[in-house]
């Protein structure tokens, strides 16, 4: 089964597992409006942890403890086991991280990746002062914010040219830019037999 990794209109990346794309947008549609994402197949690096949340310990020389506060109030507001996710850490964690941003906000990330590239070793250039990177970070974030609108109203504009009148009407009371995925699904008795 892939993994996707999806690009919200936000400056978010998920990553997901799907048997396809008609899973991915029923999946993404739990949350959110799938039309208005970018996605693709992600076959790179990963490295996810989990654990709970902790906080500063105060005596026996630990640095940290368990939060039980948090872990009490997780469970008695949402019934679930409040863990942190985290990239982890190590080389394979920073190439996924490499991998999911420059596919996912590449104006940032050719920001920041020429950044960090900028060190004071670098004696052959003169270092840039950090407003003037300030100022390159927010036009990558304009960047990334237009690019991602100008997607969604190409959807927008494509589902609308072929769709019909009666998936328009279903999209514009579900407030979807693309066309539900349950219109044209399968029922659930084909599915089984597929797989």
């Known amino acids: 089964m892939p993994i996707y990794v999806v690009r919200w209109p936000r400056e978010e990346a998920a990553l997901i597992r799907a048997r396809n794309e008609r899973e991915l947008m029923d999946i993404l549609d739990e949350v959110a409006d799938p039309g208005c994402v970018r996605w693709a197949v992600y076959d790179g690096p990963l490295w996810v942890s989990f654990g709970l949340r902790m906080k500063p310990w105060q005596g026996d020389g630990h640095d940290v403890e368990v939060d039980t506060e948090a872990l009490v109030d997780g469970v008695a507001t949402h ?12 080389e394979t964690a920073w190439e996924m991280n ?13 920001v920041v990746d020429a950044w960090a590239s900028e060190t004071p070793d670098a004696a052959d250039r003169p270092q840039r002062p950090e407003a003037f990177w300030r100022g ?10 237009e690019s991602m609108d100008l997607l ?8 609308a040219r072929v769709a019909d009148p009666k998936t328009l009407a279903i999209m514009q009371v579900l407030g979807t830019s693309i066309p539900p995925t349950w219109l044209d699904q399968p029922s659930a008795l084909d599915e089984e037999e597929g797989d």
């Open 136 to 145: 390159q970070v927010a036009d990558a974030l304009k960047s990334e914010r």
């Open 79 to 90: 019934g679930e086991m409040p863990l942190v996710v985290d990239r982890g850490e190590g």
């Open 152 to 159: 969604a109203r190409e959807r927008a504009s494509e589902a």
């Open 98 to 110: 490499q991998a999911i941003s420059r596919w996912a906000l590449p104006h940032l990330h050719a």
